[in-house]
C-alpha cells in the first residue's frame, strides 16, 4: 500500500474506479490504506501475548489497538508538523489531504477502524 501511494502519492494513485462506482469527489485510497494499516494491530497483539508481556489475549488486543492509535496520531502530528515548518505547495504534496479539512481525523478514525475489525475477527479466530 505504502509502496504505491510512494510511487503516486496518495492522492494521485489511480483509484478512480472506486472513486467512479461511489460517487466520491476525491481520491480515497488513502483512507483505504490507513485502514489496512490498522491490520499491524494483529501482529503486535499476538507478539506480546506469545512473548507474555501480558497477562490475557484481551490485554494484548487492547495493546495492539492503542499501540495503532498512538502511530496514527504521531504521525498525523508530524503531517501538522511539516505543514507548519515548510507550508505551500510542499505542504499540500505531503499531506494529501485534498481539501479536505477533518482529513487527519478521517485518517486516524480508519486506522483504528481497521485496527479494531481485524482485532475482533483475530480475537473470535484464536477462541
Excluded at 13 to 40: E, K, L, M
Excluded at 68 to 73: C, D, E, R, S, Y
Excluded at 86 to 111: K, P, V
Aim: proline share 2%; hydrophobic share 50%.
Amino acid at each position: 500500500m505504502h509502496t504505491i501511494g510512494g510511487y503516486y502519492t496518495f492522492e494521485r494513485v489511480p483509484f478512480d474506479f472506486v472513486t467512479d462506482f461511489f460517487g466520491f469527489a476525491r481520491n480515497h485510497f488513502d483512507r483505504f490504506g490507513h485502514f489496512v494499516i490498522g491490520f499491524y494491530a494483529v501482529p503486535i497483539a499476538e507478539y506480546v501475548y506469545k512473548k507474555k508481556h501480558v497477562a490475557s489475549y484481551w490485554t494484548a488486543v487492547l495493546f495492539g489497538l492503542f499501540a495503532v492509535g498512538f502511530v496514527a496520531a504521531s504521525y498525523e502530528i508530524i503531517e501538522f508538523a511539516y505543514a507548519v515548518i515548510f507550508g505551500g505547495e510542499s505542504a499540500q504534496n505531503f499531506l494529501g489531504s485534498q481539501g479536505d479539512f477533518w482529513d487527519a481525523q478521517w485518517d486516524m478514525l480508519m486506522d483504528i477502524s481497521g485496527a479494531t475489525i481485524s482485532l475482533i475477527i483475530s480475537f473470535f479466530i484464536k477462541k
